[in-house]
């Protein structure tokens, strides 16, 4: 049967600050031990590799030259999502070439200044025409790119040089023998056996009428017209101000010279001053050269023969006074590229999709490469790092191994202090033995008082559901 309506508990009801202090000790201490064993492959063990790499802790600058995608994981990868586990495939795997800083300019008295742009063509964002649909490729024109039926229009952003000698398809009938590249004219379409094929961006015409400077950056090309060009020369190594040199400039280039072409990281235009009149500042400038104003078309030229012309002039004797060429500021010819010494990020947030976009652009089709700051170490040219920070590997080491030990330390610790303080009475309550402590000033009771107040209770109880008469 039940406990009687009104009967003492069994176990009396505890202290609630008592059971809240002992839950959150322990709760503490097993949340603790837990992240310091996750931690030590998170961050422990990549944090000792870190401080005992070897690595310079001054940054070089890394230029892509190869961006390959990998169907197997093979030995390495330039970067993973996730340390713990395999990445899936494809594998980026980037290729650089590692050199010193290249050269600061100043030109002066520039005017007319313009940055023409001409970005990849992104091949994704083409319409895709699926000739399996009856009537969707009756009108098709131009060069496409097939896979069983479902082809995308090159001609979009490219023009292209092609010799169509394969066999000719209806691509509305035979639509499932579209695979490769086809030249079409309106749904009669020929194979292109001989590929690759050069093919050219559709890009702005860049304007040639009164400029003399030319500076790529990126996918942009700077031109204006200025009157003198300077080297900055700044004191790098030294980073106190008290003892740093000051900034020195030497005269590069005047006009006489010829049109000044040159590779930078970052080209920017000061704010105007009188008639419209700017300085430019370009930061890590290489292969700097010149070229007679006369080999400059009329008017307007387009981005493949500004290339081939900036190409073409790398050939000739070079002006020591010019920003220097690659060749002479390379460290390592190749090196494999790693986004951290782990080659794998823990974030979970697509990290690695953005770090190809920003460091994988090797320069294909006439675009521009990515430059960015890296460090190599000085006996080994096999890897090189996108991430190296050896102050903040030490603070993030000092706090995710002292912030977790401590809690685990305090918490095991209360744990071991509440087992010598805090009893539990004769009638299942837990009371802290010290007076005066929180949540235990309740004096002791005695044992026999304990029992004769229950039995009292009892008493009471039977007298109150069974009365009786007295007659």
């Not at 590692?98 to 005017?111: P, S």
């Not at 790529?216 to 190594?237: M, N, P, R």
Request: glycine share 6%; charged share 25%; proline share 6%.
């Amino acid at each position: 049967m039940g406990r009687k309506k009104g009967a003492p508990k069994i176990v009396p009801e505890q202290d609630k600050r008592i059971c809240a202090s002992i839950c959150v000790c322990q709760l503490i201490a097993v949340l603790s031990c837990v992240s310091i064993v996750y931690l030590s492959v998170a961050v422990y063990m990549p944090a000792h590799r870190t401080l005992e790499s070897g690595y310079d802790t001054k940054p070089a600058v890394c230029q892509t030259r190869e961006l390959h995608w990998a169907s197997t994981l093979g030995d390495w990868s330039s970067c993973g999502e996730w340390c713990l586990s395999k990445s899936s495939p494809p594998y980026p795997q980037i290729h650089v070439v590692v050199r010193r800083n290249g050269t600061t300019i100043r030109l002066e008295n520039c005017t007319r200044p313009a940055n023409v742009a001409c970005p990849p063509a992104d091949e994704e964002s083409l319409r895709k025409y699926n000739c399996n649909q009856d009537g969707e490729c009756e009108t098709i024109t131009g060069v496409f790119s097939c896979r069983r039926g479902h082809c995308a229009n090159l001609s979009e952003i490219y023009s292209c040089l092609t010799v169509a000698d394969g066999n000719f398809i209806d691509a509305d009938r035979d639509n499932l023998k579209l695979n490769g590249f086809f030249e079409c004219q309106k749904s009669r379409c020929r194979q292109i056996k001989k590929t690759p094929f050069p093919c050219d961006r559709y890009c702005p015409r860049i304007t040639t009428f009164g400029i003399n400077v030319l500076l790529f950056h990126g996918d942009i090309v700077l031109t204006a017209e200025c009157s003198k060009g300077y080297t900055v020369i700044e004191d790098l190594e030294n980073t106190d101000p008290a003892t740093q040199k000051p900034t020195e400039e030497h005269l590069m280039w005047t006009p006489e010279k010829g049109v000044l072409l040159a590779a930078c990281l970052k080209a920017e235009k000061s704010a105007a001053h009188v008639n419209n009149v700017h300085n430019i500042t370009a930061l890590d400038c290489i292969n700097g050269t010149v070229v007679p104003e006369e080999k400059l078309p009329a008017h307007y030229m387009n981005f493949t023969y500004l290339w081939s012309l900036f190409e073409e002039s790398q050939l000739n004797k070079v002006d020591p006074e010019l920003p220097p060429p690659q060749n002479d500021l390379v460290i390592y010819n190749t090196s494999r590229l790693l986004i951290n010494l782990d080659g794998c990020v823990n974030t979970l947030r697509d990290e690695c999709r953005d770090f190809v976009k920003n460091n994988g652009k090797d320069g294909t089709n006439h675009t521009g490469q990515s430059r960015f700051p890296c460090f190599y170490h000085k006996g080994d040219p096999l890897y090189s790092l996108a991430r190296f920070d050896i102050e903040r590997t030490r603070i993030e080491l000092i706090l995710f191994s002292t912030i977790p030990v401590v809690l685990a330390i305090v918490s095991c610790t209360s744990l071991i202090i509440c087992t010598k303080i805090v009893k539990v009475g004769d009638d299942a309550k837990m009371r802290i033995k010290c007076r005066g402590c929180c949540g235990g000033n309740e004096p002791p009771t005695n044992n026999k008082d304990v029992e004769s107040s229950q039995l009292q209770q009892e008493d009471k109880h039977e007298d109150s559901a069974d009365p009786t008469d007295d007659e």
